[in-house]
């Protein structure tokens, strides 16, 4: 793909990446804000978000076990959406997908540079972006943790690069305020500081003092709104209790049995990609070894990306999960198609042969991408989210619910997104229940069914959703409320 130069050839530089920009526009477009139904972990953190904007404070006025910063991107863009006179709820859908054009702009970025200038490359990267679908469905959903992790990470290599420390280091310690793993992006920086840098030690002091200036606002915060103790226990505390209730429950062979089940219907169509970027692993194993002007970039990918794969293993859930799993299965896959073209190019004879074969391979790269209207429909179905439901449906149940629990308490532990539709604050201080949350309120001898009874009586609850019916004192009824094409539902509980 070339030589190594100090300063990576220009010509051609930005109509590259404008088209790059406008290829990845036409493919995020391709996801309609809306009406997709809102599904997954998003429906918490749109609810979380909408509660931020009216002045709450997270982990004080709602538990959470996770850093918030995609609560407060969710809550400034739920804040520019009324001012604009915009529904708030596209405008996060709109400013979130503008967060993951960013990221593949990066995912650009980041393969021309490895390949020391080439536009082609730098295509090859925003294609295998533009490869699985999930990558614009979460972000076209609402405010999606992780998104942050990966566009801080790609970020922050980029930064150390250029040598820019300081910067860098802010950049990845930013990302695990979008989740705790995402420090994985700050390591990375500091292990290329400290192995790679020309001064390895002034660099890596850079790195630290460039983490605790990411962090220290979101810190001082929580700590001028009395929160930091509960920040501090619920993120750290909450997120291990949730672990271990998930190691618990699951053994390696059903993570990795999930694993594979998602990629066959959340990447549908795609899973020949999942598994050619196995080759670019190493692709980057290689280039790592024999280009050490390039270790600067591929160490912090590297430890972020296999980083979250190992995680991945020890821990995974849901499409949120697969998500940001994803970003670093782009990052590999067109690390395969350039490895496949430095094979490739050194063979073709002369420059005319060169241009043509470049240009063949992006068509080809292009066809497998099949990206905007080219890709594969994909739907996240739930069981109570069907695969034809629609955001429509979802506001048609929560009108529904307004009219009946005008007056009443109703407690939402499922379908929180009927929350953000319908305005309504949980009267509960959790809006999930897991080992997390569960370790959060628990008193010393107490089963996990009757803290959440304990609960639902203090708050005054007189009806509720949750996963499971819970019985509370005298008789209850149990009803499905759903759309008219019963396409979305929730389940209703009253005593």
């Known amino acids: 793909m070339g030589e190594p130069s100090d300063s990576p050839p220009r010509r051609g530089a930005w109509l590259g990446f404008a ?39 997270p982990h004080r006025d709602f538990f959470d076990h996770k850093t918030q910063l995609a609560s407060f991107v969710g809550a400034g863009l739920q804040g520019l959406g009324g001012a604009l006179g915009v529904d708030p709820l596209l405008a996060i859908r709109a400013g979130y997908l503008a967060l993951a054009g960013a990221t593949g702009l990066l995912a650009y970025a980041v393969q021309r540079r490895l390949a020391y200038g080439s536009a082609l490359a730098g295509g090859l990267g925003a294609l295998a972006y533009c490869s699985f679908g999930l990558l614009g469905l979460l972000p076209a959903t609402g405010c999606v943790p992780k998104e942050l992790v990966a566009l801080c990470a790609s970020g922050a290599a980029l930064l150390a690069h250029r040598q820019r420390w300081l910067a860098a280091g802010a950049l990845g310690a930013l990302a695990a305020l979008d989740w705790q793993i995402g420090a994985l992006a700050w390591l990375g920086v500091f292990l290329a500081a400290a192995l790679c840098a020309e001064d390895r030690r002034r660099a890596a002091l850079r790195v630290v003092a460039g983490g605790a200036l990411g962090v220290l606002p979101y810190f001082a915060y929580f700590a001028l709104h009395g929160a930091l103790g509960a920040a501090l226990t619920q993120s750290i505390g909450g997120s291990l209790d949730r672990s271990a209730g998930t190691q618990a429950r699951d053994s390696f062979g059903a993570r990795l049995e999930r694993i594979g089940h998602l990629v066959s219907t959340d990447c549908a169509a795609q899973t020949l990609l999942v598994a050619l970027s196995l080759v670019g692993v190493g692709v980057a194993f290689v280039w790592l070894v024999k280009r050490r002007e390039l270790r600067t970039l591929l160490v912090p990918l590297l430890v972020v990306h296999l980083g979250i794969a190992a995680f991945s293993l020890f821990d995974f859930q849901w499409h949120a999960d697969l998500f940001v799993l994803l970003h670093g299965v782009a990052f590999f896959l067109a690390l395969a198609w350039s490895g496949l073209w430095s094979a490739l190019a050194p063979r073709l004879g002369s420059e005319r042969a060169r241009k043509a074969a470049g240009a063949a391979l992006l068509a080809v790269v292009f066809v497998c991408a099949r990206p905007g209207a080219l890709r594969p429909e994909l739907t996240l179905e739930t069981p109570m989210v069907l695969r034809a439901a629609t955001l429509a449906d979802q506001r048609e149940v929560a009108a529904e619910l307004e009219q009946r629990s005008a007056g009443r308490t109703v407690a939402y532990l499922e379908s929180v997104e009927q929350l953000y539709l319908q305005g309504r604050v949980n009267p509960l201080p959790l809006v999930f229940w897991n080992g997390a949350s569960w370790a959060n309120v628990r008193k010393q001898g107490e089963e996990k069914d009757d ?15 949750t996963a499971q019916p819970i019985q509370l004192d005298g008789p209850g009824t149990v009803e499905r409320v759903a759309s008219r094409n019963g396409q979305y539902f929730v389940m209703l509980q009253t005593r």
Request: aromatic fraction near 14%; proline fraction near 2%; charged fraction near 15%.
């Open 451 to 465: 803290s959440l009874r304990r609960l639902l009586r203090a708050c005054g609850a007189e009806a509720w959703v």
């Open 19 to 57: 088209l790059a920009g406008v290829l990845l526009a036409w493919h995020l477009a391709s996801f309609d804000i809306t009406t997709l139904p809102i599904v997954s972990d998003v429906r918490f953190y749109l609810y979380f978000a909408w509660r931020v904007c009216a002045g709450a404070v």
